[in-house]
């Protein structure tokens, strides 16, 4: 069967940069997805995008479906066959919906009985003929911020311009928006032309001429490229941020890297404050020499040739002139403001209407920050975590974090210690926002992460607490993001507290405030089960099997770091020899123990073999060293030490015994023994193969 490529262009106004990936990815995955359900046979997919268009080319489509040849199963013979020999209504309905008759039956016995069986033939369509589709597919594209555009019922994210629809050397006939597929593109919007795209192989090329380099894998490896011939030509280190590099690769057709330069006074200014002037408003590069410090120059990527580069430099030196300007103003204006005056400014500023203002926020935080350190077992001065906490907030009213958001808490740190503030109160002011991704690192300092746990969980307590939940992919407060957050920082800081005492704590400042507008008993039960969402989430990024982090999540949360390393324990664990025979003795005392209603004290003089003692005295040695025990390796080494007695016990001891003193007696044990058991997880709740 002869195959042809196919080429599909969507020609658009500049999309945003942040939507270019996405859509991409998007549109291919929705192709490649309906050729297998179509059965088209396909080879590579390639996608391209730039600002202006989103594009795929698949090579090798067959020209038609797959022939389809399927054996299907009808009713049995005795519904399908009267007394007499004459085919049922339910015979002849089946055929008749197959395409069929009832001379096309036949029987086959499946399990002890007969059933019709049909042989099924279905001829593949052309491939051109269902093309067509492709429409559906665009129009189904869904956006993060989809619109309407002039009087066009189609919403989309920005105005569809016009459309390439090739198989082979042949259109593609539909018309999305008034807009009709055909053979033309557009090149570069001031270098390069229309042009009439003959072959779906000479896509790429053709565009590569009209200076739009389509495959943004080769755009970023030409801004790569260009940067590095920077860095070698003028001895210069470019730091080159992932997500700016993303950014920059999405707003170009035809990259050509250049830089310009600043005046040296401006770095007097904080490093982060220049970093976050060029890159958050223009898009540029920072420049450092070999030793890490940083240049009075900057790396940008304009969307064309390298014609007039000296002209197009000069021009961003000037708005980038006019920003540190700005930026310097604002430094030296906050300097003049105290402390004192920041804090009386958050009264005035509203959290949220029905949580109340950032000073209200900032007097729970410090009540929960007192709270964590009095409940800490660590080394802390608790004045300076307080004087934290009071003044964590104090940066927000200032000019530069007006400016750039980005730098909360890092100016806040450096205008702490202008101010004669304690390092430690200063660097936990940068710290209580970390981590703020999954990526990020979590406060290096205690006060730190400390003030941290205490913010975030105020904010989740706060928002629980007057019903606003994340729901589905709705959390316009970022309160997973926070919550991973404190679950990041557990981890990593081994702190001797459970989740759920933090929770309270957070919970009683509140309620002491009268945000609660619902049951405290509700919130608390919603707070711990989105902790758990958050704590699966993050073992299942480690690769914890589901039913292990199931297991370890039945009961309460308590420590987080000791919950980790207790799934990580039995992730190791579970291929190993003997692990199967350890869970299942654990699982039997749990599963007996279920039964147990009315749990009494274990009398040991109520034994009535040898078996039972063993058991209960085991127990009872396994029990002080678990609690005593240094690492969760060793608390699960205890509790498989016990498999050999409670296989004895149950081979020579009848639990439900007749006598009920007697059958109380045996379930307490089992209670016992259970309750200890699912303090590290839920062992009957593995799966063992």
Same mark, same amino acid.
């Given at each position: 069967m002869s195959k042809r490529n196919l080429l599909l262009e969507i020609g658009l106004e500049e999309l945003p940069a942040r939507f270019v990936t996405s859509s991409m990815n998007q549109l291919a995955d929705k192709v490649q997805k309906w050729f297998t359900e179509k059965a088209i046979e396909f080879g590579d997919v390639q996608a391209f995008s730039t600002p202006r268009r989103l594009s795929l080319l698949v090579t090798d489509v067959a020209e038609a479906q797959k022939d389809i040849e399927e054996e299907v199963k009808g009713p049995a013979k005795k519904i399908a066959m009267d007394a $007499?020999? /004459?085919?049922s209504k339910a015979a002849i309905g089946f055929t008749k919906g197959q395409g069929l008759t009832t001379d096309d039956i036949y029987f086959k016995e499946i399990k002890g009985v007969e059933y019709v069986h049909l042989n099924k033939f279905i001829k593949g369509q052309p =491939?051109?003929?269902l093309l067509v589709e492709l429409q559906n597919l665009i129009t189904s594209m869904t956006f993060g911020k989809n619109m309407r555009w002039a009087n066009q019922e189609l919403r989309f994210v920005r105005p569809i311009k016009w459309l390439i629809a090739l198989f082979g050397q042949e259109i593609v006939p539909f018309t999305i928006a008034d807009v009709d597929t055909n053979r033309t593109t557009k090149g570069h919007r001031f270098l390069g032309e229309t042009i009439t795209i003959e072959d779906p192989a000479e896509y790429e090329a053709r565009l590569t001429e009209q200076f739009v380099i389509a495959n943004p894998d080769t755009r970023r490896n030409m801004i790569l490229a260009q940067i590095k011939e920077l860095e070698a030509k003028n001895n210069w280190v470019i730091p080159v941020d992932a997500e700016l590099l993303e950014e920059v690769n999405n707003l170009v057709e035809y990259p050509t890297v250049l830089f310009g330069r600043f005046e040296e006074e401006f770095l007097e200014l904080p490093s982060d404050v220049l970093i976050t002037s060029m890159k958050e408003h223009q898009r540029y590069f920072p420049v450092k020499d070999q030793a890490g410090n940083l240049l009075s120059f900057f790396v940008t990527v304009r969307n064309g040739d390298d014609r007039h580069l000296e002209t197009v430099s000069k021009g961003n030196e000037k708005v980038l002139r006019a920003r540190l300007s700005d930026a310097a103003f604002f430094y030296k204006e906050d300097q003049k403001k105290d402390i004192a005056d920041a804090l009386k400014k958050l009264e005035t500023i509203v959290y949220h209407e029905e949580i109340g203002t950032l000073a209200e926020k900032t $007097?729970?935080?410090?009540?929960? =920050?007192?709270?964590? !350190?009095?409940?800490?077992?660590?080394s802390v001065d608790k004045e300076l975590a307080l004087r934290a906490a009071r003044?964590?907030? #104090?940066?927000?009213?200032?000019?530069? !974090?007006?400016? #750039?958001?980005? %730098? *909360?808490?890092?100016?806040?740190?450096?205008?702490?210690l202008l101010k004669g503030e304690a390092k430690e109160v200063a660097a936990a002011i940068h710290e209580h926002y970390m981590p703020k991704s999954a990526d990020d690192s979590v406060p290096p300092s205690t006060i730190g992460a400390i003030l941290s746990v205490a913010e975030k969980m105020d904010t989740i307590a706060s928002f629980f607490a007057i019903g606003i939940i994340p729901t589905g992919s709705q959390d316009p407060?970022?309160?997973?993001? *926070?919550?991973?957050?404190?679950? *990041?920082? %557990?981890?990593?800081? /081994?702190? /001797? &507290?459970?989740?759920?005492? &933090?929770v309270a704590l957070a919970l009683h400042e509140v309620e002491a405030k009268n945000i609660v507008k619902r049951e405290l008993a509700d919130v608390q039960e919603d707070m711990l089960a989105f902790f758990k969402a958050r704590i699966k989430h993050m073992l299942q990024e480690q690769h914890i099997r589901y039913d292990l982090i199931d297991a370890v999540l039945l009961g309460e949360i308590g420590y987080i770091s000791s919950l980790?390393?207790?799934?990580?324990? %039995? $992730?190791a664990k579970k291929n190993e020899a003997g692990f199967k025979e350890e869970l299942e003795a654990l699982s039997r005392v749990m599963n007996i123990a279920s039964k147990c209603e009315h749990q009494v004290s274990v009398d040991a003089a109520k034994f009535e073999n040898t078996q039972e003692t063993a058991l209960y005295e085991n127990y009872q040695r396994v029990s002080v060293a678990y609690q005593q025990a240094d690492n969760e390796t060793e608390r699960y080494e205890l509790l498989a030490s016990l498999q050999t007695d409670i296989e004895q016990y149950f081979e020579h001891t009848m639990v439900m015994a007749d006598d009920a003193s007697i059958r109380n007696n045996r379930l307490s044990l089992m209670k016992e023994i259970s309750d200890l058991?699912?303090?590290?997880?839920?062992?009957?709740? &593995?799966? !063992?193969?």
């Amino acid at each position: 069967m002869s195959k042809r490529n196919l080429l599909l262009e969507i020609g658009l106004e500049e999309l945003p940069a942040r939507f270019v990936t996405s859509s991409m990815n998007q549109l291919a995955d929705k192709v490649q997805k309906w050729f297998t359900e179509k059965a088209i046979e396909f080879g590579d997919v390639q996608a391209f995008s730039t600002p202006r268009r989103l594009s795929l080319l698949v090579t090798d489509v067959a020209e038609a479906q797959k022939d389809i040849e399927e054996e299907v199963k009808g009713p049995a013979k005795k519904i399908a066959m009267d007394a $007499e020999g /004459n085919w049922s209504k339910a015979a002849i309905g089946f055929t008749k919906g197959q395409g069929l008759t009832t001379d096309d039956i036949y029987f086959k016995e499946i399990k002890g009985v007969e059933y019709v069986h049909l042989n099924k033939f279905i001829k593949g369509q052309p =491939t051109k003929e269902l093309l067509v589709e492709l429409q559906n597919l665009i129009t189904s594209m869904t956006f993060g911020k989809n619109m309407r555009w002039a009087n066009q019922e189609l919403r989309f994210v920005r105005p569809i311009k016009w459309l390439i629809a090739l198989f082979g050397q042949e259109i593609v006939p539909f018309t999305i928006a008034d807009v009709d597929t055909n053979r033309t593109t557009k090149g570069h919007r001031f270098l390069g032309e229309t042009i009439t795209i003959e072959d779906p192989a000479e896509y790429e090329a053709r565009l590569t001429e009209q200076f739009v380099i389509a495959n943004p894998d080769t755009r970023r490896n030409m801004i790569l490229a260009q940067i590095k011939e920077l860095e070698a030509k003028n001895n210069w280190v470019i730091p080159v941020d992932a997500e700016l590099l993303e950014e920059v690769n999405n707003l170009v057709e035809y990259p050509t890297v250049l830089f310009g330069r600043f005046e040296e006074e401006f770095l007097e200014l904080p490093s982060d404050v220049l970093i976050t002037s060029m890159k958050e408003h223009q898009r540029y590069f920072p420049v450092k020499d070999q030793a890490g410090n940083l240049l009075s120059f900057f790396v940008t990527v304009r969307n064309g040739d390298d014609r007039h580069l000296e002209t197009v430099s000069k021009g961003n030196e000037k708005v980038l002139r006019a920003r540190l300007s700005d930026a310097a103003f604002f430094y030296k204006e906050d300097q003049k403001k105290d402390i004192a005056d920041a804090l009386k400014k958050l009264e005035t500023i509203v959290y949220h209407e029905e949580i109340g203002t950032l000073a209200e926020k900032t $007097e729970r935080v410090t009540a929960i =920050t007192g709270a964590l !350190v009095d409940a800490l077992e660590v080394s802390v001065d608790k004045e300076l975590a307080l004087r934290a906490a009071r003044i964590a907030k #104090f940066d927000l009213v200032s000019h530069m !974090v007006y400016e #750039f958001p980005e %730098l *909360q808490g890092y100016m806040g740190e450096r205008y702490a210690l202008l101010k004669g503030e304690a390092k430690e109160v200063a660097a936990a002011i940068h710290e209580h926002y970390m981590p703020k991704s999954a990526d990020d690192s979590v406060p290096p300092s205690t006060i730190g992460a400390i003030l941290s746990v205490a913010e975030k969980m105020d904010t989740i307590a706060s928002f629980f607490a007057i019903g606003i939940i994340p729901t589905g992919s709705q959390d316009p407060y970022a309160l997973r993001r *926070q919550a991973s957050g404190i679950v *990041q920082i %557990l981890a990593e800081k /081994n702190w /001797n &507290i459970s989740l759920e005492a &933090i929770v309270a704590l957070a919970l009683h400042e509140v309620e002491a405030k009268n945000i609660v507008k619902r049951e405290l008993a509700d919130v608390q039960e919603d707070m711990l089960a989105f902790f758990k969402a958050r704590i699966k989430h993050m073992l299942q990024e480690q690769h914890i099997r589901y039913d292990l982090i199931d297991a370890v999540l039945l009961g309460e949360i308590g420590y987080i770091s000791s919950l980790v390393e207790r799934a990580g324990v %039995l $992730e190791a664990k579970k291929n190993e020899a003997g692990f199967k025979e350890e869970l299942e003795a654990l699982s039997r005392v749990m599963n007996i123990a279920s039964k147990c209603e009315h749990q009494v004290s274990v009398d040991a003089a109520k034994f009535e073999n040898t078996q039972e003692t063993a058991l209960y005295e085991n127990y009872q040695r396994v029990s002080v060293a678990y609690q005593q025990a240094d690492n969760e390796t060793e608390r699960y080494e205890l509790l498989a030490s016990l498999q050999t007695d409670i296989e004895q016990y149950f081979e020579h001891t009848m639990v439900m015994a007749d006598d009920a003193s007697i059958r109380n007696n045996r379930l307490s044990l089992m209670k016992e023994i259970s309750d200890l058991v699912a303090t590290y997880a839920a062992m009957n709740k &593995i799966i !063992v193969s």
